[in-house]
């Protein structure tokens, strides 16, 4: 789990509840993606305002790369 901490304090990351984020203050969760098969048993993650990542043979595949690609290009480090 990564959380980038922003010289303000503000806190992002791809949620998961492997810590409780409520006790590093107020919580604001949005969805970022949707991972759903398609009529032929392929799955897909759509994410929001980004690509459809897909076809996979397996959900756990489609999750993996959506945690990839959210990952790398929502949770950009400053300066990296």
């Known amino acids: 789990m990564e959380l980038v901490i922003r010289p303000n304090g503000d806190i992002t990351t ?5 810590l409780d984020l409520s ?4 919580l604001n969760i949005a ?3 949707h991972v759903e098969p398609d009529q032929f048993g392929q ?3 759509d994410v929001i305002d980004g690509p459809k990542l897909g076809p996979f043979p397996r959900r756990s595949d489609a999750l993996a790369a959506e945690v ?3 990952t ?3 949770l950009p480090v400053a300066g990296a």
């Open 14 to 18: 791809l949620y998961t509840e492997l």
């Open 43 to 45: 799955w897909f993650a």
């Open 68 to 70: 990839a690609w959210l």
């Open 23 to 26: 006790a590093l203050g107020a």
């Open 72 to 74: 790398e290009h929502r």
């Open 31 to 33: 969805r970022a993606s």
